[in-house]
């Protein structure tokens, strides 16, 4: 079974500074997505970014980078130049990967993010 | 695209009544996905189907629960004499292939 560790419950950051979110995770899969989710308060789950495994080079879009280390399985998200909006609940998420589709993903606990004026 | 849709949104029941929840998944979505999700905590899946066929349960899913996704649209979950460790946020995700999820606003159940 995999499992998703987010060592960080809670994190505040200065508006326009940059800051970085930890997650490992175990498993014996060899194709697998890893995500990171932000539930902003009362509001609806959505994608950051994904990352496939396969692929050696970082995913970015826009201010979100991962810094993705497959060998020691650990998936840090990067914000840069943080903004009021991003004031949030971030997930990391393990999927694996079958050819037939995607399949459930597993979450870690969470880490809150509160970005300050 | 209009989104993933969830109702109710949010659900306060006593305890041993019934509860059924629907999702309507993003149309042309193959992929449906039920998650629960308690204070402070990580979603945990709790059961997915492709088209009208449910692939996978969690053992989570006590015999109280079931779910069901008629002619690959719509879903419900239902939960049978719920009980307060049923009080929880119920999201429900849908995906088309190997993309990524998308989730609905999800419905919250209180127990009283």
């Known amino acids: 079974a995999q499992t998703v560790t987010q060592s960080q419950p809670e994190m505040s950051v200065q508006e326009a500074e940059t800051v970085t979110l930890s997650c490992t995770y175990d498993?014996?899969?060899?194709?697998?997505?890893l995500f990171w989710y932000k539930q902003p308060p009362s509001r609806q789950m959505i994608l950051v970014i994904r990352q496939e495994a396969y692929k050696q080079q970082n995913a970015t879009e826009n201010r979100f980078s991962v810094n993705f280390q497959k060998a020691a399985k650990s998936f840090s998200l990067k914000i840069s130049d943080s903004q009021l909006g991003d004031t949030a609940m971030y997930f990391c998420a393990f999927m694996k990967l079958l050819t037939g589709g995607s399949e459930k993903l597993v979450f870690g606990k969470g880490t809150k993010l509160t970005v300050n004026p | 695209d209009t989104g993933v849709s969830q109702d109710p949104r949010h659900k306060i029941t006593k305890r041993g009544q019934n509860v059924t929840f629907r999702c309507d998944p993003i149309?042309?979505?193959?992929?449906l996905y039920w998650y629960r999700q308690t204070l402070g905590q990580g979603p945990e899946f709790l059961t997915y189907f492709q088209n009208e066929a449910q692939l996978e349960k969690s053992r989570l899913l006590s015999d109280r629960f079931s779910a069901e996704r008629p002619k690959g649209s719509f879903s419900t979950l239902e939960i049978q004499r719920t009980e307060q460790g049923d009080s929880a946020m119920y999201l429900c995700?849908?995906?088309?292939?190997?993309?990524?999820?998308?989730f609905g606003d999800g419905t919250r159940l209180s127990i009283l």
């Open positions: 995700a849908s995906s088309l292939g190997a993309q990524p999820q998308h």
């Open positions: 498993t014996s899969e060899s194709n697998y997505y």
């Open positions: 149309s042309e979505h193959n992929r």
